[in-house]
């Protein structure tokens, strides 16, 4: 067994772990695609003589990033939607010009993923509205939880949209393998009927991720809460419907959907303390996921990172799709997300770093993410003479142009392997 043991090491290596300490001369000895052991270079040698060694010098080893939550489908867009008029203005764009941007679809989807292991990312959670991505991502190097999106809130074609949704989750559970799992998203709360997002999820049990657009706008939240506001508008000018009302009965009525399931919940960014505290009790695997420059784009705000901690929920950085993003650089999220999320330094330097690492491991359900025995080896190396703390990490990562290499499974996928 030792002889098919491999030692992969580094200058500085950083686990992402709870402590966020940091190594020098470090390295982790990997066995049929997992870590058998994490720490100093020379003791790695030391214990296993016949390894293969591969040794970046001036390098970090990390975790492989992780991207949460992405939209690949929309990645032919460029400038079709509008943004400056709030997320009403913008959601009123996607309504009127969606259909326009899936030209060459296949072309930048590739062009996408390309850009996510560019940028050391391993794994992603990819929102699938149509199935477009499905085949590609799922032979792809990418490490993928594949979130078939459903959407559809006119009673009259509940049976209809239940079985469009049956039918591509059918499919996408046919590409089930260690590097593809089939997951479910719950597009949002003003976007689908409760009595179906209900049978559609009794089809996950609960370690099935779940992922849903949460309190994106303050629209959404005047619409659940107060039955008011610039909702009724849309139902009735997009989707012809005549005096329309919520499906459901505010805010926790919605989140009661999730009760005991595995929940990734998506901006946030209108969230009270109440419905975060509200999120936990109804589910222990209770997710944020943010996505700051989409969320400045499209609503003018950030989430406040101080806002989940003090509900001591867990979250995660994601880059969202093109088509509400200028682009899909993981790297560039991290650069734009440490220089504007309010707060302090430090701490949002450490929480940044383990939220495109073990943190959105957890969200996504993956056993990656951090440097620990027993972990899957996806690993990212970037250039690094030298690094102390989190934040001189982080600073390092948003220098980065690009990835230098890249392992996913102990596999290097990035310079290719010979």
Known sequence: ???????????????????????????VAISKGQIVEVGKLADLKHHYPSASLDFYKHGLLMPALINPHIHFEFSAHRDTF???KGFEGWLASVMQKRESIFANAQRHIQRAIHTQLQNGVG???????????????AHSDLRVVFFDELIGSAPHALEQNFKDFQHRHTLSLQYKSPTFTPAIAIHSPYSVHKELARRV?????????ISTHFLESLAELEWLE???????????EFLGVTNPVPGFEGVEDFLNLFAKKHLLLVHALFAQPKHLEYAKTISAQTHIITCPRSNRLLSGQLLDPARVQECNLPYALATDG????????????????????PGDLERNAQDLLLGCTA???EALGLNSGCLQVGKDADLAIFSCKRAHTPLDILLKLTQAKKVRALYIQGKRVLPPAP
Request: proline share 2%; with cysteine.
């Open 82 to 84: 509008v943004y400056g």
């Open 123 to 137: 794994s992603v959670g990819a929102i699938s509205s149509y199935g477009l991505e499905r085949e590609i991502l």
């Open 322 to 341: 093109n088509s509400s993003n200028l682009d899909v650089n993981l790297l560039e999220e991290l650069r734009h997300a440490l220089f504007a999320l």
């Open 226 to 236: 107060h039955k008011q506001g610039w909702f009724g508008h849309f139902f009735q």
């Open 1 to 27: 067994m030792k002889d098919a043991l491999k030692i992969i090491g580094a200058s500085t290596l950083i686990p992402c772990d709870a402590s966020c300490g940091v190594l020098e001369e470090g390295g």
């Open 201 to 209: 999820l009794e089809m996950a049990d609960t370690h099935t991720p």
């Open 359 to 361: 943190r959105a491991s």
